[in-house]
């Protein structure tokens, strides 16, 4: 029996339209869009901010950290998917936690206290560490909140630094509080907070899990998050192949093919092979109004698949960075057509790779004026710069 096949037109408008990228299909808040997301991407900043913009109607910066660092907080940033931070809305949470950062704790353990049995830190290295983790975790609840900076004054061990890859180009050194603190978050047993400074800033302060979420993070089987999420996944970014899910999510093949096998899937055909669909959402996407977008650096999107082609066509080079970092891109109709910056000067310059036409031309200049005006004046700037980013900043 032949398999049903979906052509990258489809792919593009389920694009459109499940990634919330149409003007017609806007979310309705920014905890429904990252939540459809599986997260906004927070490696960055910036990020999640932008891609709310993005993605949400009506949306300002005021907003979105109302959002992450109310009373009552409806986005978290948590370790998830191949060890990177997300933003996801409270119902995420102990999937992400349990299905990609608590299966990370047992290892960070292990390697920090080898480090500190090495360096002649702590001969009882275990009991040394616990004692740190709990006065780390008492000083925090009892300021509220606190960043690296403020822990280091309370607990004085978190002052101490480490020393790794001697006589390596990628060694160095790194506080002990950073790897605590590092710990802690993958136990689940601190959350991060408002950032010392504005928006862009990576500072964060960390809290008490329980005192961001009402009875702390829920207990879930690892097997039972790792399907849930994967199902999140096909429902917003489906069709995947085999390879895009082992990407995306980070796991060994095992668990990736285990969490599948767990689901309703439907194997169909896309130009680079085989890949997996929800069995119920085999219907056609309708078409739907010419559309652009401005997505930032690293946006959940375009960092979704491994197989890009479809959707990036030939453009990586001049948009990624040599890790493989997505920089600020211009979309077109479910492509990537070009890239922007924000320049010194607080304009967004934009540069599109290939003709989209002058409806095209039209509506991203309207949306480069829009987004500037949105950032006002603060400078934003890729962590992770890319070749066309740097040509636009540097003629800005």
Known sequence: MSRIRIDAE?????????????????????????????????????????????????????????????????????????????????????????????????????????????????????????????????????????????????????RLTLTFGEGKKWGGRVGVSTRVLFLLATEGRIVRGRPRGSWISGQYRWSVTEDRIPGGIPHLDGVTARSRLLGRWLTTYGPGTEADLRWWTGWPLRDVRKALGSLETTEVEVDTGPAFMLSQDLAATPPQEPWANLLPSLDSTVMGWRDRGWYLGTHSRQLFDRNGNAGPTVWWNGRVVGGWAHTAGGAVAYRLLEDIGSEGEVLVGELASELEEWIGHTRVTPRFRTPLDKELVAGG
């Open 10 to 158: 489809e792919r593009r408008r389920r694009l459109g339209v499940r990634h919330h990228l149409h003007p017609d299909h806007k979310a309705v808040s920014v905890p429904e869009a990252a939540g459809h997301q599986v997260g906004l991407h927070s490696s960055d900043p910036a990020t999640v901010f932008l891609s709310a913009w993005a993605r949400v109607a009506d949306s300002t910066v005021a907003g979105i950290e109302s959002c992450l660092y109310g009373p009552r907080p409806s986005l978290h940033r948590v370790l998830g998917m191949r060890r990177t931070l997300f933003a996801v809305p409270s119902d995420l949470v102990p999937f992400l936690h349990h299905g990609c950062a608590r299966r990370l704790a047992p290892a960070e353990r292990k390697r920090l206290i080898g480090y500190l049995r090495k360096q002649d830190i702590a001969a009882q290295a275990e009991q040394w560490l616990d004692r740190v983790a709990d006065a780390t975790v008492a000083a925090i609840a009892e300021q509220g909140e606190a960043a690296a900076v403020e822990l280091r004054d309370r607990v004085p061990e978190l």
